[in-house]
């Protein structure tokens, strides 16, 4: 049997009421030479069970391994070491995508030194009656882009974003940099490493990918300490970014983004009895990237920036700080 090129992997955890509408989407495609590997992540519903009715019935399409329960990075990591595809594509399995999902992904493939295809994607929320589904991001001309580029375009995410879905890697990628186990936002810890290690990065302008945000997703739920992975990971992009002497202006995306995560990150612990420890423990972060605060302005509308900062009090504190000096 040949290795299909493409390897759909997805982590299969507690969605029994959702599971099947991802993996029909995903059956049902234009483009043929891929392989789905559900990976049931210990789930303790009937995803096992309905993983393999899927394997049974479409043998050739379908394979599911079982494992321990170990969180979604893990469960990645789990699939992608065992692939033998040249490259994977990841969908969460509350998702779905459109019948020309693989297909998009695949037409990025205009050379052969391009290792990520990346393309934006819809939004969708559970009604009453079905689904709400919305796009609020911008698109542009498909294209090729140097590593730097890429980075940049990740910082604004505007025509794409840091989730490891709605997106195509070459394997050896996914193995050389994995994702990290028991952190929230694991993707934010590893998006970045994989765009900077890749020749070129392509785009393409096509949404096909239906994210769903569920009650219980982590940007709906409450606050916890651990939440505050989405501004060390960010930290962490833009020392990485600093130390291998990215240029002040790419940099200063990186230090934009980790304002923005701050703003988000504020407005959900506002209400938190310990929201003092948490503004000084972000304002002592945001403090070691000050210098960069003038090129951002340079950068991007002032209106913009602005707007952000006045709406929070650290970023609004910064402004101030800034001007100051």
Known sequence: MNVPKIDIIVPVYNVEPY??????????????????????DGSPDECPVICDEYAINYPEKIR?????????????????ER??????????????????????????????????????????????????????????APCAMEMEEALVELCKEKYYGNHAWSKLF????????????????????????????????SYVSTPGYYYLQR?????????????LDVIYATQEMV???????FSRKTVSFGVYKLLRNAHATFIH???????????????????????YFPIINQSL????????????????HFMILYKKE
């Open 269 to 291: 612990a506002k209400r938190e009895q310990d929201f003092d420890i948490i503004y000084d423990e972000i304002f002592l972060i945001l403090n070691q990237y000050k210098e």
């Open 64 to 80: 599911v391994y079982h494992k321990q329960n170990g969180g979604l990075s893990d469960a990645r990591n789990y699939a992608v």
């Open 239 to 245: 020392k990485y970014m600093i130390d291998n002497h």
């Open 215 to 227: 009650k219980g997703s982590i940007v709906r739920s409450e606050f916890q300490r651990k939440h």
């Open 170 to 201: 070459r394997l050896g990628l996914l193995k050389a940099y994995p994702y990290p186990k028991g952190k929230y936002y694991e993707d934010s810890y590893t998006t970045y490493k994989h765009i900077a290690h890749s020749r070129l990065v």
């Open 83 to 140: 692939s033998k595809s040249e490259f994977v594509i990841f969908v969460d399995s509350d998702d779905w995508v459109s019948e020309r999902f693989i297909q998009n992904l695949v037409e990025g493939l205009t050379s052969s030194e391009i290792d990520m295809v990346v393309s934006p994607y819809y939004r969708a929320t559970e009604t009453s009656e079905g689904f709400s589904i919305y796009f609020n991001m911008s698109t542009k």
């Open 301 to 316: 509308k002032e209106a913009m920036i602005h707007k952000l900062m006045m709406s929070c009090r650290l970023l609004y």
């Open 19 to 40: 599971l099947r509408k991802c993996v029909d989407s995903l059956l049902n495609q234009t483009y043929d030479d891929y392989i789905i590997s559900l990976v049931d």
